[in-house]
Nanobody
């Protein structure tokens, strides 16, 4: 079964940290780029971070640069999003996604194949 299963998330105070995980199955994980997106209440979904097939190229939206880190472990079919120095405006449902190709461009341009179930991150002030 082709799927992405997320874990992590929850409630954290301003300035705190969380790590999201996304485990892939049913497809060749180490050949595609992966990404994270988020959707705040009442807003459109936005791109957060992308990583290419090998993990050596990453790309972030400006608002999370220097605070969030995307990484992947191809041996475990898992992509991570480490979130530090969290702010109230980071509150959203976060979803991982698999691209249709190996490049971060596939993620940034929305050429996506599979989505995780989403997980809520709430940053309280």
């Amino acid at each position: 079964q082709v799927q992405l299963v997320q874990s992590g998330g929850g409630l954290v105070q301003v300035g705190g940290s969380l790590r999201l995980s996304c485990v892939a199955s049913g497809f060749t994980f180490n050949t595609v780029a992966m990404g994270w997106f988020r959707q705040a209440s009442g807003k459109e979904r936005e791109f957060v971070a992308a990583i290419n097939w090998g993990g050596h190229t990453t790309y972030y939206t400006d608002s999370v640069k220097g605070r969030f880190t995307i990484s992947r472990d191809n041996a475990k079919n898992t992509v991570y999003l480490q979130m530090n120095s969290l702010k109230p405006e980071d509150t959203a449902v976060y979803s991982c996604a698999a691209g249709r190709g190996p490049s971060t461009t596939d993620i940034v341009q929305g050429t996506l194949e599979i989505w995780g179930q989403g997980t809520l991150v709430t940053v309280s002030s």
